[in-house]
Nanobody, 114 residues
Framework: VQLQASGGGLVEPGGSLKLSCAASGIRFSIYLMAWYRQAPGNQRELVAD???????NYANSVKGRFTISRDNAKNLVYLQMNSLKPEDTAVYYC?????????WGQGTEVTVSS
């Protein structure tokens, strides 16, 4: 199983980034897919998740700014991040889970700074 996250980088406050996570080795369409983040000194926290049917859930801190989506035909999950703030700076991790399995990707770093 592999979850390959990409798209991180350095962006100025107010800017945008789009993260992608490519999944392999799992039956992607049945998994709940999620993005988590971990800032230095903080615990890992849920940013957003999306069910196999496309229902979404967001942390209050990102509602209205971030959008999670998935392409079941391509085994991809995305996180569009707009109006980025310095407090969004973190390593972002892709997660795939069902009742019996839970997988993590390696993370992609997002830095929001002027």
């Amino acid at each position: 199983v592999q979850l390959q996250a990409s798209g991180g980088g350095l962006v100025e406050p107010g800017g945008s980034l789009k993260l992608s996570c490519a999944a392999s080795g799992i039956r992607f369409s049945i998994y709940l897919m999620a993005w988590y983040r971990q800032a230095p000194g903080n615990q890992r926290e849920l940013v957003a998740d999306i069910t196999s049917g496309g229902n979404t859930n967001y942390a209050n801190s990102v509602k209205g700014r971030f959008t999670i989506s998935r392409d079941n035909a391509k085994n991809l999950v995305y996180l569009q991040m707009n109006s980025l703030k310095p407090e969004d700076t973190a390593v972002y991790y892709c997660n795939a889970r069902i009742v019996t399995s839970n997988f993590w990707g390696q993370g992609t770093e997002v830095t929001v700074s002027s």
